[in-house]
Nanobody
Framework: QVQLVESGGGLVQAGEFLRLSCAASGLTFRTHAMGWFRQAPGKEREFVAHINWSGRTTFYADSVKGRFTISRDNPKNTIYLQMNNLKPEDTAVYYC?????????????????WGQGTQVTVSS
């Protein structure tokens, strides 16, 4: 049974930072690309960042480029999202997702497994 468990969300002020973690189990971690998505109230789930199996290739949404960094630790079956200079518009539930294979995709439908999400709230 595949499980993705996010942690690290919380309430911060604009300009502060948070580091999200996602621990994976029940899958061969190195064979999966991993991604972070977010969903704000009343909005569709949107792509934030993804990382390939080795960690050498990453891609970001324009809205977070230069502020967020995705990384992975394969021996620990964990990915991270370092979020700096947070803005109120970053407020959302953040989800981690896993996609089998080498190709990186930004559409949520391309991902096979999802975590339960962690709330990030940024006050102005």
């Amino acid at each position: 049974q595949v499980q993705l468990v996010e942690s690290g969300g919380g309430l911060v002020q604009a300009g502060e930072f948070l580091r999200l973690s996602c621990a994976a189990s029940g899958l061969t971690f190195r064979t999966h690309a991993m991604g972070w998505f977010r969903q704000a109230p009343g909005k569709e789930r949107e792509f934030v960042a993804h990382i390939n199996w080795s960690g050498r290739t990453t891609f970001y949404a324009d809205s977070v480029k230069g502020r967020f960094t995705i990384s992975r630790d394969n021996p620990k079956n964990t990915i991270y999202l370092q979020m700096n200079n947070l803005k109120p518009e970053d407020t959302a539930v953040y989800y981690c997702a896993a996609k089998y294979g080498l190709n990186l995709r930004t559409a949520p439908k391309e991902y096979d497994y999802w975590g339960q999400g962690t709330q990030v709230t940024v006050s102005s």
